[in-house]
């Protein structure tokens, strides 16, 4: 069963401090993605990563930044965290090829900044 | 600049009605579109999916249909059923600038679809 994992559920941090939200796939996919999910405005992308040690930011990259070491891990960090930064965090992967598209998500952070 | 666009934020219909849940999108370099489910406290899973070249696609309960001329497409599902229930997610990629190939998607802002027993 394909999996894609995220390290913590739910999280509560304090503005200014640095967060670091995991991200794991077994799947030996090419592409990952963070997105932030937020009440009327759906899903938009922060970052994705097609290769390891490559990114490219989404719609949405400022206040975040990336880091893909490994092909199944992709992390994504809040430098600073502020308080327009609660959101529910998703992760997703997909294998890439013309006309395929699906991504495959985990089940979510869901992160309170205070 | 919302590429793609749910405008109707919740929809509610009774078990064994058809449920008819509507997208537009504005960038015409749209070549493949997707649905997304999503219930509470999980990630979204993908549901059904249709290439530009087609204006129609089904898989059981689930068709989706494509208007290229307007932008728009839409997805039924019958019988709806209380399972169902859940926020549904368009979403759009366009090939030419690569996006198929790394699954870069642009999602609209759902609809929570609710099926009364």
């Known amino acids: 069963d394909v999996k894609v994992t995220q390290s913590s559920r739910y999280l509560v941090k304090r503005t200014g401090e640095k967060v670091f939200l995991e991200c794991v796939q077994d799947?030996?996919?090419?592409?990952m993605f963070w997105y932030r999910q937020d009440p009327g405005l759906g899903l938009r992308l922060i970052y994705f990563?097609?290769?390891?040690?490559?990114?490219e930011k989404g719609d949405i990259p400022e206040g975040y930044s990336v880091s893909r070491e490994k092909k199944e891990r992709f992390s994504l960090i809040l430098e600073s965290a502020s308080t327009n930064q609660t959101s529910m965090y998703l992760c997703?992967?997909?294998?890439?090829?013309?006309?395929?598209?699906?991504?495959?998500f985990g089940e979510g952070s869901r992160l309170t900044v205070l | 600049d919302q590429q793609v666009k749910q405008n109707s934020p919740s929809l509610s219909v009774q078990e064994g009605r058809i449920s008819i849940l509507n997208c537009d999108y504005t960038?015409?370099?749209?070549?493949?579109f997707l649905w997304y489910k999503k219930y509470p406290a999980e990630g979204p899973t993908f549901l059904i999916s249709?290439?530009?070249?087609?204006d129609k696609n089904e898989d059981g309960r689930f068709t989706v249909f494509l208007n290229k001329s307007a932008k728009h497409l839409s997805l039924h599902i019958v019988p709806s059923q209380p399972g169902d229930s859940a926020v549904y997610f368009c979403?759009?990629?366009?090939?030419?600038?690569?996006?198929?190939?790394?699954?870069?998607?642009?999602f609209g802002q759902g609809t929570t679809l609710q099926v009364k027993p």
């Open positions: 979403a759009a990629s366009a090939s030419r600038f690569g996006s198929s190939n790394t699954g870069k998607l642009i």
């Open positions: 990563s097609y290769d390891v040690k490559m990114k």
């Open positions: 799947m030996d996919h090419e592409n």
């Open positions: 249709i290439s530009s070249i087609k």
């Open positions: 960038n015409s370099m749209f070549d493949y």
């Open positions: 997703a992967s997909s294998s890439g090829g013309v006309g395929t598209g699906e991504l495959f």
